[in-house]
């Protein structure tokens, strides 16, 4: 029993040191193995096994870098809620491929309550959006409802 103690502490640390890795990677995605390895107190060949294990393993999905949306030309910021008026398969999946032609939707998300999707949306300007909102979003069938909130500050923003 006490070897099988033993393991147990042993993967918990080694699940432990995995999520320091990730905290890590998630802050700078740019860090050197050597780096990297100092912050979670590995051996840089030891980090450098476990980083292509979470690569492998699908936990690492890939790197971005952050952009400052201002140099794109992207001045307004909103999340839109949507709803549909047919609750069906079809209508989603038509919903969500048009979502995706769409270079305005930087993310759009299926989600449950009174709406099904949730849509993150970037744009040069208000009038640039008001295009997207005609002529995009209002002209499908399915949509039945519209909500947009407008970002004015995002003291806290951790995606990449």
Not at 39 to 54: E, F, I, Q, T, Y
Not at 55 to 76: L, M, N, P, Q
Not at 84 to 105: C, D, G, I, N, W
Request: aromatic share 6%; charged share 25%; glycine share 6%.
């Amino acid at each position: 029993m006490r070897f099988l103690d033993l393991l147990l502490q042993l993967m918990v640390k080694m699940n432990h040191i995995n999520d320091r890795i990730l905290c890590e990677l998630e802050r700078d995605g740019r860090l050197s193995n050597i780096e990297l390895a100092e912050r979670v107190g590995l051996s840089p060949s030891a980090c450098l096994r476990r980083v292509a294990a979470l690569e492998a393993d699908g936990a690492i999905t890939g790197y971005r870098a952050v952009i400052d949306r201002s140099k794109r030309g992207v001045g307004f910021l909103a999340y839109i809620g949507v709803g549909l008026s047919a609750h069906t398969k079809a209508a989603q999946e038509k919903f969500e491929r048009a979502m995706v032609l769409s270079p305005e939707v930087r993310e759009c998300h299926n989600i449950t309550g009174s709406i099904e999707y949730l849509l993150r949306v970037e744009c040069a300007d208000l009038k640039s959006y008001k295009l997207f909102h005609t002529d995009v979003l209002g002209i499908l069938p399915d949509v039945h409802s519209i909500t947009t909130y407008v970002v004015i500050g995002s003291p806290k923003d951790s995606r990449a």
